[in-house]
């Protein structure tokens, strides 16, 4: 049987860069960081919306304000990367489409990566940025957590510990293929491997390492979502794509969350690639995502 090809911008792209990473194996975590730069390519610019440069909470990060939206309604968005890679500025258009859909303002979070900075970096710099819009009077239930990828992680360990601290819930948490399995052992990471062009064990185990290698141990439900209690989790959105190697992830996170009485929506990218929201303006499936997922914001509950 032949390997199957890229069919979209995204696939190619990740067929590029791990070619790369294939050719220079010793490559130093700084070029890693500029290859995936080139991750916000993928994302057509979208209409009407401004960035600034700024902080929140003493956190640095862009935030992303679409024409007409309303700043008491927020998105902190926690970028992908496998904790160590990717910025706000990779993410800064995918942010802008999602929060042109809701209507609301977003923050990118440049977040310390890792392996500078290991876990619970990533997650305090999370909830000092949610801490901070707290404070200037954003209410609560007004808040989402965004995350894609290592992202998705973080945005619901933010929300387990922000509930742990005795902070507030969020109102709703979204995630876009999220990376939740630490053991680095889920099922579709064999199966799907021929037909996902970026991920696989070997990558994923290097990020583990630089996350939480000697600080906590890979089933800690912090850095772990799969071992967490969901009981009282906010409103939860989940999309991957079902031809990734982390789709069981979102599988076993949609059946977990829906035990515990989540309100859990799950939409599946039938033959996409990881985060394929990042296609946005530039693919269909991308846009009809974006859309789905603005509908699953303004619905009433």
């Known amino acids: 049987m032949s390997t199957p090809k890229p069919t979209d911008l995204l696939g190619e792209m990740y067929a590029e860069w791990i ?8 490559m130093s975590i700084g070029l890693l960081r500029i290859v995936f730069e080139d991750w916000q390519r993928a994302t057509a610019e979208p209409e009407d919306v401004t960035y600034a440069n700024t902080e929140i909470g003493g956190v640095p990060g862009i935030l992303v304000t679409p024409t007409g939206s309303d700043p008491a309604q927020m998105l902190i968005v926690m970028h992908g990367g496998g904790f160590a890679l990717g910025s706000a500025a990779t993410h800064r258009k995918l942010a802008g489409h999602i929060a042109k859909a809701c209507g609301a303002v977003a923050f990118v979070v440049d977040f310390r990566r890792a392996p500078e900075f290991k876990y619970p970096a990533q997650i305090e710099d999370g909830l000092a940025v949610y801490s901070a819009l707290l404070d200037r009077g954003v209410l609560p239930e007004n808040v989402t957590l965004v995350g894609d990828s290592a992202g998705g992680n973080l945005a619901i360990s933010m929300a387990m510990r922000a509930r742990r601290l005795g902070l ?12 939740l399995n630490m053991e680095n052992n889920g099922a579709t990471l064999e199966s799907n491997n021929d037909t996902d062009f970026l991920i696989a064990p070997e990558g994923l185990q290097g990020n583990i390492d630089r996350y939480i290698e000697g600080v906590t141990e890979p089933t800690n439900p912090d850095v772990n979502p799969l071992y967490a209690d969901f009981a009282g989790f906010p409103r939860l959105y989940i ?6 190697s982390l789709f069981d992830d979102a599988v076993r996170l949609r059946q977990l969350a829906s035990d515990a009485g989540v309100d859990v929506t799950f939409s599946i990218g039938e033959g996409m690639q990881h985060v ?12 009809e995502e974006i859309r789905l997922i603005g509908e699953w914001y303004h619905a009433v509950r």
């Open 19 to 26: 070619n790369e990473m294939t050719r220079y194996p010793d």
């Open 168 to 179: 507030p819930t969020p109102g709703r948490v979204i995630t876009l293929s999220p990376w």
């Open 239 to 244: 999309c991957a794509a079902d031809t990734e």
């Open 276 to 287: 394929y929201p990042f296609q946005a303006g530039n693919l269909a499936r991308a846009d």
